[in-house]
């Protein structure tokens, strides 16, 4: 079977660098430096997947978008350096198939890149398996017990494991991982703030808006108003 392509879209040479390390192999790896360099490519190949810095020097990665989508169909994760509330609503207006926050982890992008090709990348021991585990069930009530017990750790060891390696204790993760899809789903006018709230994992609609009050700086409705403005 031939390996999967994926196009890296960044003006930076040793982020790109970075980038392909981590992803070659098992994927064949295309790069361009500019939006020029991309679509020539895309006049002549196809790939799998997309990987799209938002800054590419002068031009706006998310101005892009429409333009790749005119060249192909394959999924597009974003790149971002959020920054702002602002950054994070233009992202979210723009669609893409999933986005990714700077700074970029090797085991982070690899376990994106697999869900969005539908595959299961070889973790990276216990402790990579764990994170995975969260990031892609971040709705169901994951206590540090039941994520230890996974890990095949004590509580205590696990939990120093994780900051050593993520920088983050592994409720806080959960947390980072809830409140992105949460503000994702806010876009969506037709969803309540209390189905939001169940569908990433808090039956409690008061509790989740204090959770996401503070992650986001402003509350649920306050935050799809500005959205929807």
């Known amino acids: 079977m031939k390996p999967k392509r994926v196009l890296i879209i960044d003006d930076d040479a040793s982020l790109l660098d970075a980038l392909t390390t981590a992803l070659c192999p098992p994927y064949r790896v295309l790069a361009a430096h500019d939006s020029t360099a991309a679509f020539s490519l895309l006049r002549n190949d196809t790939v799998d997947l997309i990987i799209l810095d938002l800054h590419l020097g002068a031009e706006d990665g998310l101005d892009l978008l429409p333009c790749l989508r005119v060249f192909t169909s394959a999924p597009v994760l974003l ?9 994070l609503l233009r992202v979210i207006h723009s669609k893409p198939d999933d986005f990714l926050e700077k700074p970029v982890g090797a085991a982070e992008l690899r376990a ?9 990348f070889p973790a990276d ?9 969260i990031a892609s069930e971040y709705q169901r009530p994951l206590t540090l017990r039941a994520l230890a017990r996974l890990a095949g750790m004590s509580q205590a060891g696990f939990r120093r494991a994780f900051v050593r390696r993520f920088g983050v204790t592994p409720a806080t993760y959960l947390t980072q991982c809830r409140m ?6 806010l876009a969506d006018p037709a969803q309540l703030v209390k189905e939001v709230a ?3 994992g808090y039956p409690n609609a ?8 503070r992650f986001h700086g402003a509350p649920p409705r306050a ?5 929807e403005g």
């Not at 994106?112 to 299961?120: K, P, Q, S, T």
């Open 206 to 213: 008061n509790n989740f808006s204090t959770a996401f009050k």
């Open 198 to 200: 169940a569908r990433v």
């Open 112 to 120: 994106r890149v697999g869900a969005l090709f539908g595959e299961v």
């Open 125 to 133: 021991g216990a402790i990579e398996r764990v994170r995975a585990r």
């Open 223 to 227: 935050f799809r108003g500005r959205t």
């Open 79 to 87: 790149l971002t350096g959020f920054g702002t509330r602002e950054n």
């Open 180 to 185: 992105r899809q949460a503000a994702v789903l």
